[in-house]
């Protein structure tokens, strides 16, 4: 297989992240005998220092041109408390997603039984949960008009927006995977007092008569937040909007121990992005200190769902899990439990993550 990928790193351990992403792919090509190619993309911050532009066109271009995309984070604190810097890096992303049409969200929350103990949560809620979220991208509140501030400043609009058409094909694609799963789907929305909720349960309720074997909840994002720390197993499939969608991908990922364990997927009717769920993380860039397992499953997503390389996907993932059995950790998944010397930055994990998927890949008695 021959397959071209750009690399947007972005901001903060972005670049860190991302570079063992590609290396784990060039690893993937090693030993598979595939070809992958690289290009790199400006994107966030970067972007804005380079060319004033959080998403220059170079690199919509770029993405279109390609097979697939993997990002490394976006976004810098500097902006976050200056409400006077109307250029800011997440809209670079936010673009992106909605130039490439990039409506479906996945993020899987596994749990890699080795950290069930870095959870905050107790390990027997933990046990054999596994969920797989599909937050719409492109419409909700993220994109909705108006969304305006008054010219005297004291007034902001922000509005929620959601067609049948965007919450139809958001739907589909949970209902099918439900179908491929324990055919449970969970439906969270704000029905009991939004309209655009009221609809997104319509729809669903509609869609439910062509998929009789799923069994399908309706729940308010209220309930859902506590419903997720409370009793995870519940969930199968999770079908929600953009923001509620955002709110509870960051609470889940406490499920898995870490936001830096998890991977993401963003999908469309094109060329997919992946990346890791995390942000730029910039109190801690150029420290090499940033957790490279989200990135390096996010490949494995990428090889699984992109191009349908299931053997290959699958090294990567018993590959993390070796090394998480073999006990070695990065400070964010670490406890007090871990001896010093398995405590990991990145570049040693990368390099035990690879060193793992030769040893897996090389028969015994070869
Ligand atoms: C995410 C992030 C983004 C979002 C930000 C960086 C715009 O939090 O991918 O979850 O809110 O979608
Ligand atoms: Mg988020």
């Known amino acids: 297989m021959n397959k071209k990928i750009t690399v947007l790193a972005g901001d903060g351990i972005g670049r860190e992240v991302t570079q063992w992403g590609v290396k784990t792919l060039e690893l993937v090509g090693e030993l598979f005998n595939h070809q992958f190619t690289f290009q790199d993309a400006l994107i966030g911050h970067a972007a804005i220092e380079a060319t004033g532009n959080p998403l220059p066109d170079a690199s919509i271009s770029a993405c279109k041109a390609s097979d697939a995309i993997l990002l490394g984070a976006v976004g810098m604190p500097m902006y976050d408390n200056d409400p006077s810097l109307k250029i800011r890096p997440e809209q670079g992303l ?7 049409g990039l409506y479906t969200n ?7 039984k080795e950290l069930q103990g870095a959870s905050s949560l107790k390990s027997e809620v933990l046990d054999d949960v596994d969920i797989l979220f599909y ?6 509140i993220y994109f909705g008009a108006p969304r305006h501030r008054t010219d005297d400043g004291s007034k902001a609009i922000d509005t929620m927006v959601y067609t049948k058409m965007e919450v139809e094909r958001i739907a589909r694609k949970a209902f099918e995977a439900a179908m491929t799963r324990r055919k449970i789907l969970h439906s969270v929305d704000k029905a009991n007092v939004l309209e655009s909720s009221r609809l997104w349960r319509e729809v669903i309720q509609e869609m439910s008569t062509e998929y009789p074997e799923v069994r399908v909840h309706h729940m308010f994002i209220d309930n859902a937040a506590m419903q997720l720390i409370l009793n995870p197993r519940q969930f199968d499939v999770v079908v929600t909007g953009n923001m509620f969608g955002d709110i509870l991908t960051d609470e889940a990922s406490q499920i898995a121990g870490s936001l830096g364990m998890l991977p993401s997927a963003s999908v469309g009717d094109e060329v997919g ?3 890791p769920i995390h942000g730029s993380a910039p109190d801690i860039m150029g420290q090499n200190k940033a957790n490279p397992l989200a990135t390096i499953l996010s490949i494995a997503l990428m090889l699984d769902s992109e191009f349908g390389l299931k053997e290959e996907s699958k090294v990567i993932i018993d590959a993390v899990d070796l090394s998480l059995k073999l006990g070695y950790r990065t400070g964010d998944i670490a406890d007090e439990t871990t001896p ?4 990991l930055g990145t570049k040693e994990m990368g390099d035990q993550i690879l060193s793992s998927m030769r040893a897996i890949c090389t028969p015994k008695y070869a």
């Not at 937050?135 to 909700?140: A, H, N, P, S």
């Open 340 to 343: 010093a010397d398995k405590i």
């Open 94 to 100: 936010l673009k992106l997603r909605k130039s490439l």
């Open 106 to 112: 996945i993020r899987p929350i596994i749990i890699f």
């Open 273 to 275: 992005l992946y990346e």
């Open 135 to 140: 937050r719409e991208l492109t419409g909700g």
